[in-house]
């Protein structure tokens, strides 16, 4: 599987983003989609995940709660992360993942998920 990060950029605090990932190569429909950030110096943190079913069943962290929605269009094999707002410790290279195997149960640690997308960077000013 292919994944394709776009929508970065730089943004006010308290402004708005909407990260795209396309994916290409296997059934899209079939597998859960997540979204992780690395901040600098940073571990690699998880921000939210959706399932694969047609409820389409969300994860956030604490952290982005309340403020980020995560979303996907099966039709366009694209999983979307729409940020509001925005504050500076937001800053970081977002990046898409996706797991090996099919259906299964969202996962919140970068273990569970085999494929990266490229990263795009959000940098939030104060």
């Known amino acids: 599987v292919q994944l394709q990060a776009s929508g970065g950029g730089l943004v006010q605090a308290g402004g708005s983003l909407r990260l795209s990932c396309a994916a290409s190569?296997?059934?899209?429909?079939?597998?859960?989609m997540g979204w992780f950030r690395q901040a600098p110096g940073k571990e690699r943190e998880f921000v939210a995940a959706?399932?694969?079913?047609?409820?389409?069943?969300?994860s956030y962290s604490i952290s982005v709660k309340d403020r980020f929605t995560i979303s996907r269009d099966n039709t366009k094999n694209t999983v979307f992360l729409q940020m509001n707002s925005l504050k500076p410790e937001d800053t970081a290279v977002y990046y898409c993942?996706?797991?090996?195997?099919?259906?299964?149960?969202?996962?919140?640690?970068?273990?569970?998920?085999?494929?990266w997308g490229q990263g795009t960077l959000v940098t939030v000013s104060s």
């Open positions: 190569g296997r059934t899209f429909s079939r597998y859960i």
């Open positions: 959706i399932s694969w079913n047609s409820r389409s069943t969300s």
């Open positions: 993942a996706t797991p090996r195997g099919m259906y299964g149960t969202i996962a919140t640690t970068p273990a569970g998920y085999d494929s």
